[in-house]
């Protein structure tokens, strides 16, 4: 039902829970780790990436988040598997109380090494001049949306990874680090030409 890309990237994932149980089990003081994970899978064959690129599978569990970018505008493509995020898709809380909620952090599904990953995967339909934006949620539980958005624009027109003043990435990270950055930050984006 994934699909052959889907399945690549299911396994990808499984592959990562394994070895994430070897170092929970290598050490001790690493039991309880986990993680959150977003990923991208680009069509591919045997010449690397399909020209044009038509879309992309997206594998994820947890809270870090897959966004797309198009015509200035940021849409959220996964959705976290928090304890807030079941709140608020039951109407129990809205999107700013789901933000500073004390259980904000609470997960509901991670990559623990113990069992078997439950990932979402889905597929987004992409266009030349896309970008997607990949985080932790240590850079979107600083920034908003609105505030992630507005950085990918003042760097919008094919510039997002190498102009000599710093990329958006290093962008977005300054700007959640300026907002307090109480957690780590992982920031890609990948464009789409």
């Known amino acids: 039902a994934l699909g052959v890309d889907g399945n690549r990237l299911n396994w990808a994932l499984h592959i990562a829970n394994l070895r994430l149980r070897a170092e929970v089990e290598s ?93 979402d995967f889905g597929w987004a339909p992409l266009a030349e001049g896309d970008a997607l934006l990949l985080c932790s949620d240590g850079l979107f539980g600083v920034l908003s949306d609105e505030q992630m958005g507005e950085i990918l624009a003042n760097d919008d027109g094919g510039q997002f990874g190498g102009e000599p003043g710093g990329s958006v990435c290093d962008a977005l990270v300054h700007a959640a680090n300026i907002g307090g950055g109480p957690d780590n930050i992982t920031v890609v984006v990948v464009e789409v030409t």
């Open 27 to 119: 050490a001790r003081c690493r039991r309880g780790m986990a993680t959150t994970i977003a990923a991208v899978l680009l069509e591919a064959d045997e010449n690397g990436v399909k020209q044009p690129i038509r879309g992309a599978t997206i594998g994820h569990v947890g809270d870090s988040r897959v966004y797309r970018w198009r015509a200035g505008r940021l849409d959220r493509l996964t959705k976290d598997h928090s304890w807030v995020e079941d709140q608020v898709r039951a109407g129990l809380l809205t999107e700013p109380e789901a933000r500073r909620h004390p259980r904000r952090n609470l997960l509901t599904r991670a990559l623990t090494g113990l069992t078997e990953s439950q990932a």
